[in-house]
């Protein structure tokens, strides 16, 4: 059965420190894993997008890696501001032609002063 | 700029009730979804359109209708609601399949009573 699963569900920090967050997934065969930002009462937006042969791209403050062999990805946020508090989204498209991404449930983040 | 545009942003129902979830898109995409987010779930999708005149189901569809008579506009229809379908709905466009990025409306929280 195609999963993603993210961990942890959620996550405190204090402004400026570092966080990753983790997403693991059982999705075959695969196209493309992609991170969206969720702020509270608005719709996700995209953050990164990777396919299987790219192991790694940023957005700013947000790095995403991507492990095919294992199946796994995280993404990493530095030096965390007041405005990153929101939930975190990990998407895996199952294949090129198809039209049903497999969402994670999130990773609410929350940073504080 | 608009992107995705939904309407209403809220709405409360009584059962049995029937409405039009409204969605637009000025970014001439082809693919258009819609989605619904459950409390601490990934979003799951309801119904799917890849271009005017060509709508098919998703992961839930029972309860739901849609129609795509232009490029720009993917209304989804509850003919008789019930309260499982208490959720947030989000509408969604993309110029191609699961392989392109999707951009998302700012979403409709919809409650049955």
């Known amino acids: 059965k195609n999963q993603v699963e993210q961990s942890p569900q959620s996550l405190i920090i204090l402004e400026g420190k570092n966080c990753t967050l983790q997403c693991n997934y059982t999705v075959s065969p695969f196209s493309n894993l992609r991170w969206y930002k969720q702020d509270t009462g608005r719709g996700p937006v995209s953050l990164t997008i990777?396919?299987?042969?790219?192991n790694t791209k940023s957005n700013g403050r947000y790095t995403a890696t991507l492990d095919a062999d294992t199946k796994q990805s995280s993404l990493h946020i530095t030096a965390s501001q007041l405005s990153d508090s929101a939930s975190y989204i990990c998407v895996v498209s199952p294949n090129q032609a198809g039209t049903a991404l497999i969402f994670g449930k999130g990773t609410t983040l929350s940073v504080s002063s | 700029n608009a992107g995705v545009t939904q309407t209403p942003k809220f709405r409360i129902l009584k059962i049995g009730q029937s409405m039009t979830l409204q969605c637009t898109q000025d970014m001439n995409h082809n693919y258009m979804y819609w989605y619904r987010q459950d409390p601490g779930m990934g979003l799951k999708l309801i119904y799917y359109?890849?271009?005017?005149?060509?709508?098919d189901k998703g992961e839930v569809p029972n309860g739901y209708n849609v129609s795509r008579s232009t490029t720009e506009d993917f209304p989804l229809r509850l003919e008789l609601a019930a309260p499982s379908q208490t959720s947030v709905y989000f509408c969604a466009s993309s110029y191609g399949g699961a392989g392109t990025e999707a951009f998302f409306g700012q979403g409709t929280r919809l409650t049955v009573v």
């Open positions: 359109s890849v271009g005017a005149g060509i709508t």
């Open positions: 990777m396919t299987f042969s790219e």
